[in-house]
């Protein structure tokens, strides 16, 4: 695709949703978009704006129990520029609190955060003080906040298994924290974000951070989970070098690819087919471009000053990558899939949702006006 | 000797000696200029003690006249006998021999200047230092310089925690203040060929104060020079530095504290001497420790604790050993590192830090001790402060606590919680910048006592009582 064509798709996308495309047989549905330009302004006021632009928060999680996935990534004691993580590789705590307001408002029965805190199985509230969040003004904002991290078993008593149905492309289930069972809604709250193995994350790719490290790290057991790990899953999934713990499904074919760029994009599309996301909510406010976390050569913050919000992971994300400046569709070998597969297409094989920009309605900000490219 | 010192020079100074601080209360600096007009530099500041390596009859007077003391820095090379007692002569308080001079030089200089009460400080390589000995003052050349260590990439290297790693000389500290009263000067210089920020400078004092010593302030000629020609972002770092040493010096009674930590440390001389080792990465973890040299270890020095990590048992008479048996029977956890664990080799006279080997080495231990601390609540716990050190001290009755923080970033750093053992009904934070202020506490989900700061600038101390 050239770059005129692709501003003129981008441009008509709301136009073009009737026209059949590539991912006809996956569900396409509204993303909405808002200009944020700061955590200063009122974030709770363009989250209700979306909310309302997507159908309303109210049929989505009243009376629910909602279970919110966080992105957290990497060890908070690691910082870019020493600013706050929130500014640059993690969600913003602003975000969540408002997000947290507005659901407590919409009737939500009960609102748990959680996310598998890098190299602990500890409260995850402490991986939040560590963060810089104060979880004090979380939990007052609204009835039934709680906190799990699904770094291992937490306060479940067994993991759950998430079948892939129609098989995996990588593993036929996966053992997750009960927090992921437990729930009526699930909310992937992501950060707009390039990765070094998969191009982008974003709402899927923040999915893969469900995986416990108990089972799936580098020091989780052989036979059983590890209940204090303190690795993450490079060598474990990232490069398969060793399989997660028996008492999980065991890998389809060992013989497969050990890419990460091949491994961790079909990882990631397995888990959304077995846990699907009911709202995503992206962060674009603040972020970092060239990679996802301070460990990465090369990064650099940004302020795209924008919040993505949607019902389907894959058109969430379609667009998100589009708002990055990136064809959601690019085959590997290009940007921003340069050395991996494409999540996003990945994902809609698996019939999660469409990446096809036609088919999606945008509401709100429309791409063109909410394009910030993270490459030039 | 003062039979050779002349009286009437003693006799014009002694009025002008009345202000001058005594030697424990010195706060040093070294000072190139000899122009007396740099002392206006001090003024505000408080620093009252100058290291001079050149010095003019009117510098000296000058000086004592705003109450700060002098004294001459001798270097090995030649005899010292004589440059003491030409600068006692001249009216410096005393003379600093700095570096590893022959044994026996320190004793024959202070046996010459006995009658002159002339102060003899000496700066000597860590390994050499005379702890517990009767000395007001003991120092070193030797440290590291404080900040968070910076791979060649520019990334901050990770410590075992998944912090950056903190180069500090607070864990040395710790081991030579355990040995006694006096206080601790460290004389390490700013790096060369390096552009320093007026952060690192602030970082320096910091970590020395908090600990309980004290940096010889030393800046680097750039610095320097920019600072006695006015030069507005130098002068503007010079207060910040003033600011932060009248944070520290304007405080004595936290070097009275006693640690808060209920884990003891018993380390042997040798190995305390590092920079890097197991105090360090303790403290990294931010785990109130209390420093227990294995010479000094005795049923007093664990009072309080209930934990102790024994890093060299052979080290321990079998009498101490005996007392850490004691304590673990009295339901203290004792951690005792494996017999043969302990590195073989023979430090080198220039070694402040750890070699690879040691460090791979310590990871074991390291490991261990992690495992047994886990989560626990050893006297405070702390959060958002990975680019931070702390110190965590109370008074002897435990009344009062004082939290102690120092930011190693060029960053401040916002939202830092504290979660202190006990139950504190008031918390109140200082800082260098004048701020002053209560704080809400509350209890913490263990029953102790939490309280959230908004901002740490270069340091900050939270009081509870």
Same mark, same amino acid.
């Given at each position: ?54 159908? $309303?928060?109210?049929?989505? !999680?009243?009376? *629910?129990? &909602? ?6 990534? +990497?060890?908070? %004691?690691? #910082? ?5 993580? $929130?500014?640059?590789?993690? !969600?913003?705590? *602003?975000? &969540? ?6 659901? +407590?408002?919409? %009737?939500? #029965? ?267 | ?465």
């Amino acid at each position: 695709m050239t770059r005129r064509e692709w501003i003129a798709l981008i441009s008509a996308a709301p136009l073009l949703k009737a026209a059949p495309g590539p991912g006809d047989a996956a569900p396409a549905t509204p993303v909405a978009i808002a200009k944020c330009a700061s955590y200063d302004e009122d974030v709770t006021a363009r989250l209700a704006t979306m909310f309302d632009q997507l159908g $309303g928060l109210d049929r989505i !999680v009243r009376g *629910k129990t &909602v279970t919110i996935k966080l992105n957290m990534t +990497g060890s908070p %004691g690691l #910082r870019v520029d020493g600013r706050p993580p $929130g500014v640059t590789h993690y !969600v913003h705590p *602003k975000l &969540v609190g408002a997000t947290a307001h507005l659901m +407590g408002q919409a %009737g939500a #029965r009960r609102i748990r955060f959680v996310e598998s805190a890098w190299a602990t199985s500890g409260p995850l509230e402490e991986y939040l003080l560590d963060s810089g969040w104060n979880v004090r003004q979380l939990l007052a904002a609204a009835p039934g906040v709680e906190f799990e991290n699904t770094n291992a078993l937490g306060k479940g008593r067994q993991y759950a298994r998430f079948k892939v149905p129609g098989g995996g492309y990588l593993f036929p289930a996966y053992d997750l924290n009960h927090a992921y069972e437990d729930t009526d809604v699930f909310v992937s709250m992501a950060k707009l974000k390039n990765h070094a193995t998969c191009g982008v994350t974003l709402s899927m790719k923040n999915c893969f951070g469900m995986l416990p490290a108990s089972i799936y790290g580098d020091d989780a057991g052989v036979d059983a989970p590890n209940e204090n790990p303190t690795s993450g899953r490079s060598n474990t999934m990232h490069e398969g070098r060793r399989q997660p713990s028996r008492s999980a499904p065991a890998e389809l074919d060992p013989r497969s690819s050990r890419e990460p760029g091949y491994r961790v994009p079909h990882i990631v599309a397995d888990l959304v087919k077995s846990r699907p996301i009911d709202l995503e909510i992206i962060d674009g406010v603040e972020s970092i471009a060239g990679g996802e976390g301070p460990w990465i050569k090369g990064i650099h913050r940004v302020q795209p000053g924008v919040l993505l919000a949607g019902l389907n992971p894959v058109s969430t994300d379609a667009v998100a990558a589009a708002v990055m400046g990136y064809d959601p569709r690019a085959a590997r070998g290009t940007p921003p899939f340069r050395t991996c597969e494409n999540t996003l297409l990945l994902a809609e094989r698996h019939g999660v949702g469409s990446a096809d920009l036609r088919r999606i309605d945008v509401r709100g900000v429309p791409i063109a006006g909410a394009m910030f490219r993270y490459e030039s | 000797m003062l039979r050779t010192v002349p009286w009437v020079a003693l006799l014009s100074a002694m009025p002008l000696l009345a202000s001058i601080a005594p030697p424990s209360a010195w706060v040093p600096a070294r000072w190139n200029s000899t122009d007396s007009k740099s002392l206006d530099l001090l003024a505000g500041t408080p620093i009252n003690c100058l290291l001079l390596t050149t010095y003019t009859p009117e510098f000296v007077t000058g000086a004592a006249a705003r109450g700060i003391a002098t004294l001459a820095v001798l270097k090995p090379g030649a005899d010292p006998a004589d440059p003491a007692r030409k600068a006692v002569r001249a009216g410096l308080q005393g003379i600093v021999l700095e570096g590893d001079f022959p044994a026996g030089t320190a004793a024959r200089v202070r046996d010459t200047l006995a009658d002159a009460h002339a102060t003899v400080v000496e700066l000597t390589s860590r390994a050499r230092m005379p702890l517990g000995g009767p000395d007001p003052i003991v120092g070193t050349y030797q440290g590291v310089w404080p900040g968070i260590q910076v791979l060649d990439n520019g990334a901050a290297k990770a410590a075992p925690s998944g912090s950056p790693w903190i180069d500090t000389n607070t864990g040395f500290i710790r081991s030579v203040r355990a040995w006694g009263p006096a206080s601790v000067w460290l004389g390490y210089l700013p790096p060369a060929h390096t552009v320093i920020t007026g952060e690192r400078y602030l970082a320096a004092i910091a970590d020395a104060e908090m600990a309980g010593a004290r940096w010889i302030v030393a800046l680097d000629d750039d610095f320097s020079a920019r600072l006695e020609h006015g030069d507005a972002a130098a002068v503007r770092n010079w207060r910040g530095m003033a600011q932060v040493l009248q944070f520290f010096e304007g405080h004595a009674e936290w070097r009275t504290l006693r640690s808060y930590g209920k884990l003891a440390v018993v380390q042997d001389h040798d190995d305390a001497l590092l920079s890097g080792g197991i105090l360090d990465m303790i403290a990294a973890k931010h785990t109130p420790m209390r420093a227990i040299p294995g010479q000094r270890l005795t049923p007093d020095s664990l009072q309080g604790a209930t934990m102790a990590v024994d890093v060299d048992a052979s080290a321990l008479t079998p009498e101490q050993r005996e007392m850490l048996k004691n304590f673990a029977r009295a339901g203290g956890t004792v951690l005792t590192a494996p017999p043969g664990w302990k590195g073989q080799s023979a430090l080198q006279p220039d070694q402040i830090t750890l070699d690879k080997a040691e460090l791979d080495r310590l990871n074991d231990i390291w490991h261990d001790v992690q495992t047994m601390t886990g989560r626990k609540n050893l006297g405070a716990r702390l959060f958002n402060v990975s680019s931070m050190l702390s110190n965590v001290l109370s008074s002897d009755d435990g009344k009062q606590v004082v939290v102690e923080l120092v930011n190693y970033s060029a960053y401040p750093i916002e939202d830092v919680s504290v979660q202190v053992l006990g139950v504190f009904k008031h918390a109140h934070l200082i800082t260098p910048e004048g701020v002053q202020k209560d704080l809400e506490v509350y209890v913490t989900d263990e029953g102790g006592t939490g309280v959230d700061i908004d901002r740490v600038s270069a340091c900050a101390t939270v009081r509870l009582d």
